[in-house]
Every structure is written in C-alpha cells, then in structure tokens.
C-alpha cells in the first residue's frame, strides 16, 4: 500500500516524501479511508504506531477541499500540552506546502498571547479542553465551523478529570460533524464514552486491547526503594546507553532522581507539573537534542512525547494506574525500532504488578541483578492498598480471580 492509492491532496503527498513517510502503518492504512469517506473511528492503536498522522492527514484534506472561515474548522483535543504542542508540530509539518493555519492552544502558560495566536483566525486547532473553554468564554474562539474532531488520547483525556470540560466543548460543537477517538489503550468507560459522541463508527483494534508494542523487550527487577537510584546509575554507565526517559510517580521523586543522577555524573534533569511550561520545554529540547542523557518524568508531564530513536525506558516506580504502564513503554520502540522497557519492582508493590500484567494481558517474570538483590529480611512496604481487601476489591472490578501468593521465590 501507498500513500499516493489515498485521494491525498498534492501537497499532502509531496510532504509525506519530504518527511520520508514511504507506506502507511497498519493504522493509516485502515484509518484514513474511513476518515476520508467521512466516517467516524474508534481507534485502538499503540503509541508509537503512526495514529497522530492516520487523523492528520484526512483532517488536512478536508480542510484543503473546503471554504476557509476565520474560526476553526478542524479540532483535536489533547490531555497534555506536550501532546498539543506535538500534535500541531506534526500538523505543521505535514500541512507544509499548504496555507493551513495551525495552532495549539493549552494551560500553563498565559492567556494572552495564547489570545493573539488565535486572533488573526485557524483552520486547525490543537487544545488541552480547559484552555479550550477559557478561549470560548473569551469569545475569541467558537467552535460551530467546526465539522471534524479529533479526541486524541481520549482514555487520558477522561482519567485527567476533564469529563466536564469535555462536556461543555461537545455543547459548542455542531451536532453534524466527524468525530474520531484514538488512544493506546480502551476500558469501559472508553466504550461508553464513545457511544456518546460517535455516530456508526468504524471500531479499529490493530492490537489485542491494551497491548504493548512486540519490538519491545520488558524486563523486571526486584530491589529494594533505597537503592533504586544508585542502580539506574549503575545501569547507565554499565549499559552506556545514550538516552533513556525514567518515569517516577512523583514529581519529588523525579527530582530526586535527576539529583541523584546528576551526582554521579550522568545528565539528567527532570520535568513534571511543578515545572514552568518554558522549563519543561527547555529540558525537552535539550533531550530532543541529545545534550541530555536522562529524561526524568511524571506520567502526565511525558503523555505523548515523541523521541525520535529513544530505545530504553525505565519504570522507576511502578505507576498507580496500570494502563500508564502502556504508555510509558510506547516511549520507547516507535515507529518500529527495537525497545527495552525496564521496571523495578519493590517487596510489598507486588499488587501493582498484578495490575498491570491484567491490562497487559502477561506474566513479566521477575529477576534480582547482581549486587542489587533485595534485602528479604526487611519488612515490605507498607501500602493501604496492598491490603487483602484492597486486593479483592481490584481483582473484583477487573472481573477476575485475584492472584496471590510471594511469586519472588
Ligand atoms: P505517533 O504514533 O503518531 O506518535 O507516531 C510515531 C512516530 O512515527 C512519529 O515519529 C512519526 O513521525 C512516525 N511516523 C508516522 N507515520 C509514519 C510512516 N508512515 N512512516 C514512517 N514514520 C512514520
């Protein structure tokens, strides 16, 4: 298959070969037909697999093939900024022999300017829901020209609490529209959710539910908290790998980390909520530029990045929310590079662990490294949720037996 069978505009094409896009991936190839012949799409894709441009590229054609306004005609939505901010770079790139408006508006930064962005007029825009609202309140942006819309990362959309703002945004959309929902990973809610705001879609799944990507290899190391640090620096420098993104629970323990990294000579800095947007978006260019060895990141501050060539990710803390575990990972081992997910998993944090092996749909055996066993005549964490009845409580909603039982041994 080849982008050129699609009815791609010229200049769409002509970008697609500058940005050396040869074929489209399976998601392309199924999405943007569908998109082109104007149905709605549910797509259950993994990050890394091509999906921000199997919603670009349709959305541009239309675009190109109907009357500019100076409100917007096209529209994604984004949890993050940093997904905003991708989303319209690869926007741009792909619309660059056009005349296209582009423009990503989200939180964190003032409104003002965000004001003068939109002002002069844009065809697509990019926007994190809440500063999406505060535009419309301002009445710089209406959305009734809107005739496409895009939920990208629309389970994390939902679980970042935005389900009000959500709301009112689909109150200002014309009731005739397209609408399509890409995200990673799809539960329960997704699928209502998507009743909700889909007419008759088409429902792709290119991978089981909630899948991790094949190329990527998973391994998981019992340790003990204290030494966590010291162990990733020793990896580092055993391993010599250039770069790698560790995600930490909290935005401290990200600190924390980038410090005790920095101590022992490796690059590293850290970038999470508490961060000013320039702050995160200097630490993300320098990483993107190679200056810096290690990324330390919250999940919310790291939804979406692209890192071109980025082929280990650590799970320094296991996350809270197992299909976080999903995404982490999708860092590493895109667009079909070979990846190494690392996790460190801590006595006491197994119930985490048994999460995430439900959403992923397998075992990640457990392995000691050398020098880094953990001490097994220490108390395990002590964590209210790692209670019997916490236990019970989970495996109950994930409609399964629970499992039990010290699989260290
Ligand atoms: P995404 O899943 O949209 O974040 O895309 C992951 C990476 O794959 C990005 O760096 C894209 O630029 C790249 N990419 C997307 N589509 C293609 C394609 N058809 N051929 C080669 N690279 C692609």
Not at 190 to 204: C, D, I, N, Q, Y
Not at 245 to 271: M, P, Q, V, Y
Not at 272 to 293: M, W, Y
Request: glycine share 8%; with cysteine; net charge positive.
């Amino acid at each position: 298959m080849r982008f050129d069978q699609f009815a791609l505009d010229d200049r769409l094409l002509a970008a697609l070969t500058a940005l050396d896009y040869q074929t489209p991936t399976p998601v392309q190839a199924e999405a943007i037909p569908a998109l082109l012949d104007g149905r709605d799409v549910m797509a259950g894709a993994q990050t890394g697999t091509g999906k921000t441009a199997a919603f670009l590229l349709p959305m541009l054609q239309r675009l190109l093939t109907t009357p500019a306004n100076k409100q917007p005609r096209a529209l994604v939505l984004a949890p993050t900024r940093e997904l905003a901010q991708q989303v319209a770079s690869n926007a741009r790139q792909l619309a660059a022999n056009t005349e296209l408006k582009i423009t990503a508006v989200y939180g964190g930064t003032n409104l003002g300017p965000q004001i003068d962005l939109v002002k002069p007029g844009v065809d697509l825009l990019v926007a994190t829901p809440g500063r999406l609202l505060d535009l419309i309140g301002k009445r710089v942006i209406s959305l009734k020209q809107v005739a496409m819309v895009v939920f990208d990362e629309a389970d994390r959309i939902l679980d970042l609490g935005f389900k009000e703002e959500i709301r009112q945004v689909r109150s200002q959309l014309p009731k005739q529209r397209q609408t399509a929902l890409f995200s990673a990973t799809f539960d329960d809610s997704m699928f209502e959710f998507s009743k909700r705001v889909l007419t008759e879609p088409l429902r792709l799944q290119l991978n089981e539910r909630n899948s991790t990507a094949a190329k990527i290899e998973q391994k998981l190391y019992v340790i003990d908290a204290e030494r966590k640090a010291e162990f990733v620096a020793h990896l580092i420098a055993k391993q010599q790998w250039p770069q790698l993104i560790a995600f930490t629970r909290t935005k401290i323990g990200a600190d924390e980390l980038a410090s005790a990294l920095c101590a022992n000579g490796i690059n590293a800095a850290s970038i999470h909520g508490d961060k000013t947007q320039s702050a995160r978006d200097k630490v993300l260019a320098e990483f993107k530029q190679g200056q810096l060895c290690a990324l330390i990141a919250t999940d919310v501050a790291a939804r979406g990045i692209d890192i071109q060539g980025l082929d280990v990710v650590i799970n320094y803390d296991l996350p809270y929310i197992a299909e976080d575990y999903v995404h982490r990972i999708g860092r590493c081992g895109r667009a079909g590079r070979e990846g190494l997910a690392l996790s460190l998993l801590c006595p006491g944090e197994e119930y985490l662990l048994e999460e995430i092996e439900a959403v992923i749909g397998d075992r990640l055996g457990q392995q000691w490294y050398p020098g880094f066993e953990p001490d097994l005549t220490k108390e395990p964490l002590d964590d209210p949720r790692n209670s019997r009845a916490a236990q019970k409580r989970r495996a109950k909603k994930r409609g399964r037996g629970g499992r039990t039982g010290n699989r260290r041994g």
